[in-house]
């Protein structure tokens, strides 16, 4: 598990054991013996009959290995174990857990166990692809008008055979016209479904009319 994805985690299971009536006493609990650390507790917490519970927290699913050093952990403190993950991994885990008597409690599946800055980039990643699929991203190459007419031909075409058909060009020519057209960062990397590479094309042609006639104006101004 990532540094950030136990913390996020660990969040998620501190409000989840404040939900059940719990009070988090501390995190990340240093056990000493002999003055050495030999363990630390994600989680010390203490329900409303008075016990206290060690508490491990486990981003995915529980296997064996996380119910043993659950109970471990918990016997050094003299606590009672407690795991906090996504369900068991396994029946061995599921067994083991009743034979030790240590306390699941699962997570949501829809938990995002995230960072605030991991969240900010996937979400950047999905309105960048949301942009490039609509063709309003800003790329730098200049349009032509041979370019126009390939993106022209594909955004009033029916389907891609359609668009060859248009320009009087096979469909493997076709194709490494629009492959030409991506290196030179005109049409995205992505792959999309031709219903999206229409309306990308015709994004893409919206621009660049609107920026020849800004561009025009310009030239007129000066």
Not at 104 to 131: R, T
Request: charged share 35%; net charge positive.
């Amino acid at each position: 598990m990532s540094k950030a994805k136990g913390l996020s985690s660990e969040r998620i299971a501190k409000r989840l054991l404040e939900s059940r009536g719990f009070h988090v006493l501390s995190s990340n609990h240093v056990i000493k013996e002999g003055g050495e650390k030999v363990a630390e507790v994600d989680i010390i917490a203490e329900d409303s009959n008075g016990y206290k519970y060690a508490v491990e927290v486990k981003a995915g699913k529980g296997d064996v290995n996380s119910i043993r050093q659950a109970y471990a952990n918990a016997m050094l403190c003299g606590y009672k174990p407690m795991l906090i993950c996504k369900g068991y991994a396994d029946d061995a885990a599921q067994k083991a857990a009743l034979k030790l008597d240590v306390e699941v409690v699962e997570l949501s599946e829809y938990y995002l166990l995230l960072e605030p800055e991991e969240l900010e980039i996937i979400i950047k990643k999905c309105v960048e692809e949301v942009f490039e699929t609509h063709g309003f991203l800003p790329y730098s190459a200049e349009v032509d008008k041979k370019d126009r007419k390939i993106l022209k031909s594909i955004s009033t075409a029916k389907d891609f055979d359609d668009a060859a058909k248009k320009i009087k060009v096979t469909r493997k020519e076709l194709g490494k016209k629009m492959e030409y057209l991506t290196t030179r960062g005109i049409l995205p990397k992505r792959s999309l479904s031709f219903r999206d590479l229409k309306r990308c094309c015709s994004s893409i042609l919206a621009r660049s009319e609107i920026m020849a006639k800004l561009n025009g104006i310009e030239r007129r101004l000066k």
